[in-house]
């Protein structure tokens, strides 16, 4: 659902021009180094941003990336910034994710609440679509994981068959995530769903074959 625009959303990316990055100032294969870190973490789809300001949070040592491609959604996210240390904000789409980032660069990548594209027509634009999952083994190092969150249970039994067909082996799954308490930030979306009863499936893969 596209948000309604901001007055002062525009504002907020000149606020924080620090920390936005684009196709004229990418840092492909230097994140580590610019942000003076060895771990690397990026959140694709970061919507109004609860989740990647949580995750920067409880890894101060990381590097914590939020993409977003949402004007709006993304100057929300921006909005909420405290402290900008181990942050960094993509206004972008995952399709994009080669001009971002090199081979072996990313540690984790997160997949929170990601639009199901339920129509089999759409297959293709699902972020668990067998094009996506060989862009993630890609830009993941041999140790990478990619871990999925999601409401929708069609979309999660899709990703699960499609990515460890593509790459990847699973290490952990929940049929329900919330059930016990649990360390990993919520998103906006999942704290509503949370409060209303819904359950939240999660998946965490490992890269396979890693060469």
């Known amino acids: 659902m ?49 989740y990647w300001h949580g995750l920067a949070a409880q890894f101060e040592d990381s590097g914590v990336i939020a993409m977003e491609r949402d004007f709006t959604a993304a100057s929300i996210a921006l909005k909420k910034i405290d402290e900008k240390t181990n942050k960094r904000m993509i206004y972008g789409d995952a399709k994009d994710l080669d001009i ?4 072996k660069e ?3 990548i997160y997949l929170n609440f990601s ?12 972020l668990t679509y067998k094009t996506k999952c060989d862009l993630y083994h890609r830009l993941l190092n041999d140790k ?12 999660f039994e899709y990703s699960l068959v499609s990515v460890a067909q593509n790459g990847f082996e699973l290490e952990e799954v ?18 509503k769903f949370v ?9 965490v893969w490992r890269k396979k074959d890693a060469k």
């Open 2 to 50: 596209r948000l309604r625009k901001k007055a002062w959303s525009k504002d907020m990316f000149e606020l924080h021009a620090d920390i936005l990055i684009d196709e004229t100032n990418t840092l492909k294969g230097k994140w580590k180094t610019a942000l003076a870190v060895d771990d690397l973490k990026l959140e694709i789809g970061a919507g109004r941003g609860n």
């Open 100 to 103: 971002y980032f090199d081979s």
């Open 106 to 108: 990313l540690d984790a």
């Open 115 to 126: 639009d199901p594209w339920p129509k089999k027509k759409h297959e293709k634009r699902r």
């Open 144 to 155: 990478g994981s990619l871990i999925m969150k999601t409401d929708n249970r069609g979309l």
């Open 174 to 191: 929940y049929l329900d995530f919330r059930s016990e308490p649990q360390e990993d930030p919520f998103t906006e979306y999942e704290r």
């Open 195 to 203: 409060d209303k009863g819904q359950v939240i499936y999660r998946a």
